[in-house]
């Protein structure tokens, strides 16, 4: 998660026999204020992902807790985590249905699902600095 967001904090808030689930809370560049949970189980003497997939607990928005957030600027989507070409490009004002992340290769991506059709879009790696840099315009950087 370094990279994609900043306050990270990282707590066991499950365990169950060798499997345990961590919460990573982060106010993240793509979605502000979120926590994702990330399930590892023991192998070998160390903690290893079950999978490259999170799922998201919670994401704060401007409207409270929620899923549903709004393209703040024409956003390039993928079919997949990590694929090059882009598949289609999100319009400003699109209603959006946040799903899970992945992680791959070191890189974060968001899972959503828009006009009935589900995407990949990479997650941001800087600040937005400019109103139109944000992915999303219900973002909630702050509490």
């Not at 997939?53 to 985590?81: M, Q």
């Not at 400003?92 to 991506?109: N, V």
Request: glycine share 10%; charged share 20%; with cysteine.
């Amino acid at each position: 998660m370094a990279g994609y967001g900043n306050h990270r904090i990282g707590e066991v808030t499950n365990l169950n026999g060798n499997k345990i689930v961590i919460t990573e809370s982060i106010v993240s560049y793509s979605l502000g204020i979120n926590a994702i949970n990330f399930t590892y189980k023991y192998v070998n003497g160390k903690f290893v992902p079950t999978s490259r997939y999170g799922s998201y607990k919670e994401i704060y928005s401007t409207d409270g807790s929620s899923r549903y957030f709004t393209v703040n600027s024409d956003l390039p989507a993928y079919a997949r985590p990590g694929a090059t070409a882009v598949n289609t490009t999100l319009k400003t004002g699109s209603l959006t249905k946040i799903i899970k992340c992945a992680l791959i290769s070191g890189k974060m991506y968001i899972q959503l699902e828009c006009d009935g059709e589900i995407y990949w879009i990479k997650a941001l790696e800087n600040p937005p600095i400019a109103d139109n840099e944000r992915q999303f315009m219900e973002v909630r950087y702050a509490g």
